[in-house]
């Protein structure tokens, strides 16, 4: 519990910093709000439905620094999100890539690291039959650390609003962990405030 209420205090201390730093000379490119469906079943993979939905998610990316033109220019984002019924919150920050394909409408790819407050393993003996209900009720990452796997399709309303469907998927991918790797797969809507245009160019309020 006390993991959870530290997540949320992230996410807080995320979301009341962003005023300050859109108008600070930090170069905010942008920044994404919205309600995510928590452990959704893809493929017969995951946990099956374990964990209960939404989770509601903030992310602050920040313009592309110079040497990252080597690798298309991605952002760099910090996120946070809260499960809102008690299960796995995380934190974290990645790079998230953005490309155009048609007018208003582009791809964004994204990967990252998080630390979450979900489980790792049963609690209980091995043979103890609460451990199925632990089961039945909790994801296993086997792994406090996770890599984010993003992929979003958005699309942009104006000079400064998007809105986005996004999947997410968290794992250890047998990397940064071994053992149970059930992992995370989550699908839903955000909304985007964009402060800066695919050039890295501040956008004019008068522009909106």
Known sequence: MKAYWNC???LGAIGA???NTAQA???VRAIYGGALYHDVTLADAGSGGAEQPPNIELEIQLE???VFRYILDPSVYFVGSVNTRGDTSF???GLNWKFYFAKNWA???GVGYVVHNGALEFPFPRGDPRNAEFRDNNILFGSRDLFRLTTGLTRDFGPHWSGQVLYEHLSHGQIIGRGRNQGLD???LRLAYRFRDRQGQRINA???
């Open 64 to 66: 592309s620094p110079r």
């Open 91 to 93: 934190g974290g920050f």
């Open 107 to 109: 791809f964004e790819p």
């Open 17 to 19: 910093g962003s005023a």
């Open 206 to 208: 008068k522009e909106s």
């Open 8 to 10: 949320v205090a992230l």
């Open 25 to 27: 000379e930090i170069p």
């Open 186 to 188: 989550s699908i839903g």
